[in-house]
């Protein structure tokens, strides 16, 4: 039992994070107690702010506040090139790593047929959207499409499956090189290991 309803609240809800069991929950609980009160409603603020203020790019499907998001309309980055990744912590990763300067897509997750994602989950119409021509028949401007999904066995899947789709369409297709090791997730690769993934892409033949 807690001495206070809403400290066992609090508790309850941090342990639903990942990565946060009970000890940390309690131990977060209790610095948040003993913090300042300002620091304290800041960050309650900000998780209030990305829930009611950020949502995803219509286009590449990042989290943003405006959409087209950032990344899309950076006159900086080349339109030319694409690199599809799983989820916007990728993304995250890989602008950390500064080793790409084109433009995203997120797929929202991989194949994974037996837990239940399938093509139609994640965000495949959109990306073939991105490779045809405009309405008013101007022919897209991408040249490259990087496939960046994960290197375990739904990633390979789901890379295999986009360059089928793919092929067709006359679209240079490449998938990043062995660099990230088999069967880890490219969110938590280092920067050093994501540039040489990178830089080491091969054209999917
Ligand atoms: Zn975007």
Redesign the pocket.
């Known amino acids: 039992m807690y001495s206070s309803k809403y400290l066992e609240l609090l508790i309850e809800e941090l342990e639903k994070l990942p990565s946060i069991g009970t000890k940390s929950a309690q131990r977060l609980a209790l610095h948040l107690l003993r913090a300042p009160r300002e620091d304290v409603l800041r960050l309650a603020d900000s998780i209030r702010a990305i829930r009611e203020r950020v949502g995803f790019?219509s286009?590449?499907?990042?989290f943003?506040e405006q959409d087209?998001?950032l990344?899309?309309t950076d006159p900086n980055r080349d339109g030319r090139v694409i690199c599809v990744v799983e989820q916007p912590g990728d993304v995250l990763a890989l602008e950390r790593a500064a080793a790409f300067r084109g433009r995203?897509h997120v797929l929202g997750g991989a194949l994974a047929p037996l837990e239940g994602t399938h093509p139609d989950n994640l965000r495949i119409r959109e990306l073939l959207e991105r490779l045809r021509p405009s309405a008013d028949g101007e022919p897209s401007e991408v040249q490259e499409v990087i496939l960046a999904t994960n290197p375990n066995v739904a990633g390979e899947a789901t890379s295999l499956y986009l360059h089928r789709l793919m092929a067709p369409l006359g679209v240079k297709i490449t998938r990043i090189a062995r660099g990230v090791p088999m069967g880890s997730d490219l969110e938590y690769s280092d920067q050093v290991t994501l540039a040489r993934a990178l830089e080491g892409r091969r054209e999917v033949e």
Not at 59 to 62: A, D, L
């Open positions: 790019c286009r590449c499907g990042n943003t087209p998001c990344l899309c995203y």
